[in-house]
């Protein structure tokens, strides 16, 4: 895929809602003729998904419309992206439609980009403006960005009609997460949720999984007595939504508990065993986000003090590649290390996919719709980050 | 042995649910040109997509004198040329190249498989392979007999009876040709069984691991919309094609031994037919899907000598233009005898004698210097049996669904729809899904899978040991056949689309070719 590039429509405008959708339906046709220049390349118009994202200001959708066009470069969509202001003085629907292509095997590969911003009152119509753009037959995707609350009706109308709704549980909470999913659950063809920090823990899953693949160490995985996590902050913050995702998953996978002690939370092993966790703070370096999951060391086997497994996973935080934004859009590098009590030390290196918001999106959209694992670790992280696990 | 799926607990509800065994991958034939151009950048791949093993190495074999250091640095450099990513990850590879190890020596030595016995010890140590080894022999078949009684020889095969009960595993894949004629093939076999079990031997057919043609599994079992049509009841013929544009490309010896019948159709194509008219397999295991494919190998109606002189077409390639270009008759090529009557292009009519295809013809055809690249598997569907239209062209056209397995992977599906206006003009359309288009162009190469597949013990996607001597049995009597012909195969234009008698073929039951 070559950089994407855009045939925008007329300029944005305003009017009532019902104009509107029948002049940006009439933009799109005239995007989609044929090029009068016989020579000018073919343009494939290709739609593989609805992809819906609602932000709270314009000014966070314009940041976000750059996310999207790399997404529909792989994943050819139609994308409807919506600001929602409803405290906006003005009464207004405004929009506008844009193609975005990008370059595969020499032919231009088409998707559309509507833009559409509900202000004042015209807030209330947003979901039904939405819809009216949706292609029939095809999944839709809503990308819900910011706060979530599953009263508003904007939100209800979107996400009962979609297949998947996209979180950040970063940016919400798990706490959102789990309503919604609360809610997906009351209604009668039920959406399913993602979460992108669930999809940007998946490797680390699999990384962890690998100290139990060898028929030697499988029965040791319930026999973890200790394990430690690294998040990218400062003492005394709470426990990210990637370090709770990830602890909720191990317990769920493991069939653990978690208990009280004094007011204190304790984890404890399918036999009954205590599990020790510990939650560590590593220097956040700049451009990386908040909480990230910068490592994980476990321990296993019957005498805690001579673990028959020690395994590490570090991230090297901002190794990858430095943009000029100060951000690291490239892959960060993993060490993953397995010493086995009398063995040699087993050790690899793994490059992270591209740490970018358009590929997180890409992967989750990627993923199967139903995700039970992801329900479960949902809930057992939720009693993790109620109980305030902070950083020591 | 199969990896079990959720037997590690953390594996439950991943979505790569499978994990290969940590494992010594060792190439026989590490200096050629299939492990520079595909084995390692197909490794390197799969290390990128964290797909490896955790203890992993790759071990040259080769009779060339060279260091540890230069055969990394020859694999960089085929890694960094041949990589569907690129530039190369420097600290990936870092990492990587500290797996990759060569042993020099003759495959006829003992003493060969003595340091390669013992570097493959160290391996264990210090790699974590954990005495699980797959081959992979890149040599010609030649070759194969003298390398397999070697390792058994030298104690390195893993008992396959152990492997089931948790031991150490040991594979082997070999490419094709997998013999020249039913015998051969028999005795190949032979020999491979002598060290190795059937669960131990994966014969690769690239075109196997293609994505369309795993697809093709998907798109009818996947579906209720087809499989209640994929039978004689609906289907009036079946066309698969193998083309290419190029011609021998300094394959020219080998070529004269093979031709296109033994290089093309007895492998991939009667791979694509056999997968296109399986029955529904109880599960996706290895052996399910393999019996379902055997089973219509099986129902190939052998070829008497009569119906070869109607039923099969050959050809051979003179000088023509392609994409503009004028380029050499076959027998001009480099190392092509000047009388040769070697066929450059094939085309049969294949029945499939069971319940749900009899009398269903399967065309089927193959050949070199064709007007462009193209492998697809037409289905077309029958005429409706009453026209409402008067159609200009008196009549309407039959629906056809096209599995285009190269270029542009993808299914379309042709059918009649009214032009726009007042008349009613009938118009066929079609309704066009690509892969590149829908999933984007960067999918894994079919050497990347097929590869995670063996260190995963997955047999699926390989040829099982009957399925190859099936293929021979079909194929034997035609050639066989040939040879007695004191004719040279009819001549057909480089560019087009084969000799005329290949049209005729079809024109005798009242069709005609696609054109794809």
Same mark, same amino acid.
């Given at each position: 895929m070559s950089s994407v590039t855009t045939m925008p429509g007329a300029p944005e405008s305003g009017g009532k809602a019902s104009n509107l959708i029948t002049r940006i339906e009439n933009e799109l046709r005239e995007l989609w003729?044929?090029?009068?220049?016989?020579t000018a390349p073919p343009l494939s118009r290709v739609c593989t998904m609805n992809i819906e994202v609602v932000a709270p200001t314009k000014e966070l959708l314009e940041r976000y419309t750059p996310v999207i066009d790399e997404v529909t470069a792989s994943i050819p969509a139609r994308a409807i992206l919506a600001s929602i202001e409803p405290d906006s003085a003005a009464e207004e629907v405004t929009g506008s439609a844009t193609v975005v292509c990008s370059l595969a095997g020499g032919k231009k590969i088409c998707s559309e980009r509507i833009s559409l911003g509900f202000h004042g009152n015209a807030s209330a119509r947003a979901a039904s403006a939405i819809e009216a753009f949706l292609v029939p037959e095809i999944p839709t995707a809503l990308v819900w960005l910011g706060r979530v609350h599953t009263d508003d009706p904007v939100f209800e109308d979107l996400a009962r009609n979609t297949s998947r709704i996209i979180l950040d549980s970063e940016y919400t909470s798990i706490s959102s997460v789990i309503h919604v999913a609360a809610w997906a659950r009351s209604q009668r063809h039920a959406p399913e949720i993602s979460d992108l920090a669930w999809t940007r823990i998946a490797a680390w899953q699999e990384l962890l999984a690998r100290f139990f693949d060898d028929a030697e160490t499988r029965p040791l995985a319930s026999k973890i007595t200790r394990i430690v996590l690294k998040q990218a902050g400062e003492t005394g913050a709470r426990i990210g939504p990637e370090s709770a995702l990830m602890l909720g998953w191990i317990g769920t996978r493991l069939g653990w508990k978690t208990s009280r002690l004094a007011g204190a939370l304790r984890f404890k092993r399918e036999d009954g065993a205590a599990v020790t966790i510990e939650l560590d703070a590593v220097p956040r370096p700049k451009g990386v986000a908040p909480h990230t999951l910068a490592a994980l060391m476990i321990e296993a086997g019957d005498d805690p003090h001579a673990p028959a497994l020690r395994g590490s996973i570090e991230r090297e935080l901002a190794s990858g590649l430095t943009d000029q934004a100060n951000t690291t859009p490239d892959a960060d590098v993993i060490d993953w290390k397995c010493t086995r009590a009398g063995g040699a030390e087993i050790e690899q290196r793994i490059r992270l996919g591209p740490n970018k918001a358009a590929k997180w999106l890409e992967r989750t959209l990627h993923r199967?719709?139903?995700?039970v694992a992801f329900a479960e670790s949902v809930a057992f992280a939720e009693h993790i980050v109620e109980d305030g696990l902070t950083v020591s | 042995m199969v990896t079990t799926p959720?037997? %590690? /607990?953390?594996?439950?509800?991943?979505?790569?649910d499978r994990t290969g065994d940590p494992c010594a991958v060792v190439i026989f034939g590490a200096s050629g040109d299939l492990t520079r151009r595909k084995l390692l950048p197909a490794i390197y791949n799969l290390a990128l997509s964290r797909s490896? /093993?955790?203890g992993f190495a790759v071990v040259g074999v080769a009779r060339r004198a060279k260091t540890a250091a230069q055969f990394s640095a020859e694999m960089k450099e085929g890694v960094a040329q041949f990589?569907?990513?690129?530039?190369?990850d420097p600290a990936l590879w870092t990492d990587f190249e500290r797996g990759l190890g060569y042993v020099q020596g003759?495959?006829?030595?003992p003493s060969t498989y003595k340091k390669l016995s013992a570097h493959l010890d160290e391996l264990d140590n210090e790699?974590?392979?954990?005495?699980n080894r797959l081959y992979y022999l890149?040599?010609?078949?030649?070759?194969f007999a003298t390398i397999v009684a070697n390792l058994k020889q030298a104690e390195l095969v893993a008992d396959p009876i152990a492997e089931r009960s948790g031991g150490p595993w040991t594979r082997i894949i070999i490419e094709k040709?997998?013999? &020249?004629?039913l015998e051969s093939s028999r005795q190949l076999n032979d020999c491979i069984a002598s060290a190795f079990a059937e669960t131990q031997v994966f014969r690769i057919d &690239?075109?196997?691991?293609?994505e369309t043609v795993q697809n093709l599994l998907v798109f009818r079992f996947a579906n209720s919309l087809f499989e209640p049509i994929w039978s004689r009841e609906h289907v009036d013929n079946v066309q698969i094609t193998v083309a290419e544009? +190029?011609?021998?490309e300094g394959r020219g010896k080998f070529f004269e031994q093979t031709g296109v019948t033994k290089d093309i159709v007895e492998n991939h194509l009667l791979q694509l037919l056999s997968l296109t008219a399986?029955?529904?397999? +109880?599960?996706?295991s290895a052996d399910a899907v393999r019996d379902e494919k055997v089973k219509v190998l099986r129902s190939l109606r052998r070829m008497e000598p009569t119906m070869i002189r109607e039923n099969v077409v050959r050809g051979q390639y003179g000088r023509g233009f392609i994409k503009g270009e004028e380029v050499l008759a076959y027998r001009e090529?480099?190392? +092509?005898?000047?009388?040769s009557k070697v066929e450059t292009y094939v085309a049969m009519k294949v029945l499939?004698? %069971? =319940?749900? =295809?009899?009398?269903v013809p399967f065309y089927i055809r193959a050949g070199k210097r064709l007007p462009r690249k193209v492998t697809e598997i037409a289905i077309q569907f029958k005429q409706?049996? &009453?026209?409402l239209f008067a159609a200009p062209d008196g009549g309407i056209s039959p629906n056809v669904l096209t599995v285009r397995?190269?270029?542009?992977?993808g299914i379309a599906l042709r059918f009649t729809t009214k032009e726009p206006g007042n008349a009613t003009i009938l118009r066929d359309v079609a309704m066009d899904f690509r892969y590149g288009s829908a999933f984007g162009s960067n999918t894994p190469e079919a050497y990347e899978r097929l590869l995670l597949d063996a260190i995963r013990g997955d047999a699926t996607l390989f040829t099982r040991r009957d399925e190859v001597e099936e293929q021979w049995a079909f194929i034997d009597p035609v050639i066989e056949a040939w040879r007695g012909q004191a004719s040279a195969p009819p001549g057909y234009p480089a560019g087009? =689309?084969?000799?005329?008698q290949a049209d005729d073929l079809l024109a005798r039951d009242g069709r005609r070719w696609r054109r794809p």
């Amino acid at each position: 895929m070559s950089s994407v590039t855009t045939m925008p429509g007329a300029p944005e405008s305003g009017g009532k809602a019902s104009n509107l959708i029948t002049r940006i339906e009439n933009e799109l046709r005239e995007l989609w003729k044929p090029p009068e220049d016989p020579t000018a390349p073919p343009l494939s118009r290709v739609c593989t998904m609805n992809i819906e994202v609602v932000a709270p200001t314009k000014e966070l959708l314009e940041r976000y419309t750059p996310v999207i066009d790399e997404v529909t470069a792989s994943i050819p969509a139609r994308a409807i992206l919506a600001s929602i202001e409803p405290d906006s003085a003005a009464e207004e629907v405004t929009g506008s439609a844009t193609v975005v292509c990008s370059l595969a095997g020499g032919k231009k590969i088409c998707s559309e980009r509507i833009s559409l911003g509900f202000h004042g009152n015209a807030s209330a119509r947003a979901a039904s403006a939405i819809e009216a753009f949706l292609v029939p037959e095809i999944p839709t995707a809503l990308v819900w960005l910011g706060r979530v609350h599953t009263d508003d009706p904007v939100f209800e109308d979107l996400a009962r009609n979609t297949s998947r709704i996209i979180l950040d549980s970063e940016y919400t909470s798990i706490s959102s997460v789990i309503h919604v999913a609360a809610w997906a659950r009351s209604q009668r063809h039920a959406p399913e949720i993602s979460d992108l920090a669930w999809t940007r823990i998946a490797a680390w899953q699999e990384l962890l999984a690998r100290f139990f693949d060898d028929a030697e160490t499988r029965p040791l995985a319930s026999k973890i007595t200790r394990i430690v996590l690294k998040q990218a902050g400062e003492t005394g913050a709470r426990i990210g939504p990637e370090s709770a995702l990830m602890l909720g998953w191990i317990g769920t996978r493991l069939g653990w508990k978690t208990s009280r002690l004094a007011g204190a939370l304790r984890f404890k092993r399918e036999d009954g065993a205590a599990v020790t966790i510990e939650l560590d703070a590593v220097p956040r370096p700049k451009g990386v986000a908040p909480h990230t999951l910068a490592a994980l060391m476990i321990e296993a086997g019957d005498d805690p003090h001579a673990p028959a497994l020690r395994g590490s996973i570090e991230r090297e935080l901002a190794s990858g590649l430095t943009d000029q934004a100060n951000t690291t859009p490239d892959a960060d590098v993993i060490d993953w290390k397995c010493t086995r009590a009398g063995g040699a030390e087993i050790e690899q290196r793994i490059r992270l996919g591209p740490n970018k918001a358009a590929k997180w999106l890409e992967r989750t959209l990627h993923r199967p719709l139903r995700d039970v694992a992801f329900a479960e670790s949902v809930a057992f992280a939720e009693h993790i980050v109620e109980d305030g696990l902070t950083v020591s | 042995m199969v990896t079990t799926p959720c037997a %590690n /607990p953390l594996r439950r509800g991943l979505i790569e649910d499978r994990t290969g065994d940590p494992c010594a991958v060792v190439i026989f034939g590490a200096s050629g040109d299939l492990t520079r151009r595909k084995l390692l950048p197909a490794i390197y791949n799969l290390a990128l997509s964290r797909s490896l /093993p955790s203890g992993f190495a790759v071990v040259g074999v080769a009779r060339r004198a060279k260091t540890a250091a230069q055969f990394s640095a020859e694999m960089k450099e085929g890694v960094a040329q041949f990589s569907r990513r690129k530039p190369i990850d420097p600290a990936l590879w870092t990492d990587f190249e500290r797996g990759l190890g060569y042993v020099q020596g003759s495959f006829d030595d003992p003493s060969t498989y003595k340091k390669l016995s013992a570097h493959l010890d160290e391996l264990d140590n210090e790699r974590g392979t954990r005495k699980n080894r797959l081959y992979y022999l890149a040599v010609p078949p030649s070759e194969f007999a003298t390398i397999v009684a070697n390792l058994k020889q030298a104690e390195l095969v893993a008992d396959p009876i152990a492997e089931r009960s948790g031991g150490p595993w040991t594979r082997i894949i070999i490419e094709k040709p997998f013999g &020249h004629d039913l015998e051969s093939s028999r005795q190949l076999n032979d020999c491979i069984a002598s060290a190795f079990a059937e669960t131990q031997v994966f014969r690769i057919d &690239h075109y196997l691991g293609k994505e369309t043609v795993q697809n093709l599994l998907v798109f009818r079992f996947a579906n209720s919309l087809f499989e209640p049509i994929w039978s004689r009841e609906h289907v009036d013929n079946v066309q698969i094609t193998v083309a290419e544009e +190029i011609g021998v490309e300094g394959r020219g010896k080998f070529f004269e031994q093979t031709g296109v019948t033994k290089d093309i159709v007895e492998n991939h194509l009667l791979q694509l037919l056999s997968l296109t008219a399986m029955e529904p397999p +109880i599960s996706l295991s290895a052996d399910a899907v393999r019996d379902e494919k055997v089973k219509v190998l099986r129902s190939l109606r052998r070829m008497e000598p009569t119906m070869i002189r109607e039923n099969v077409v050959r050809g051979q390639y003179g000088r023509g233009f392609i994409k503009g270009e004028e380029v050499l008759a076959y027998r001009e090529e480099p190392d +092509i005898a000047k009388d040769s009557k070697v066929e450059t292009y094939v085309a049969m009519k294949v029945l499939v004698d %069971n =319940w749900r =295809w009899g009398g269903v013809p399967f065309y089927i055809r193959a050949g070199k210097r064709l007007p462009r690249k193209v492998t697809e598997i037409a289905i077309q569907f029958k005429q409706v049996p &009453h026209s409402l239209f008067a159609a200009p062209d008196g009549g309407i056209s039959p629906n056809v669904l096209t599995v285009r397995v190269q270029p542009d992977e993808g299914i379309a599906l042709r059918f009649t729809t009214k032009e726009p206006g007042n008349a009613t003009i009938l118009r066929d359309v079609a309704m066009d899904f690509r892969y590149g288009s829908a999933f984007g162009s960067n999918t894994p190469e079919a050497y990347e899978r097929l590869l995670l597949d063996a260190i995963r013990g997955d047999a699926t996607l390989f040829t099982r040991r009957d399925e190859v001597e099936e293929q021979w049995a079909f194929i034997d009597p035609v050639i066989e056949a040939w040879r007695g012909q004191a004719s040279a195969p009819p001549g057909y234009p480089a560019g087009t =689309w084969g000799p005329e008698q290949a049209d005729d073929l079809l024109a005798r039951d009242g069709r005609r070719w696609r054109r794809p």
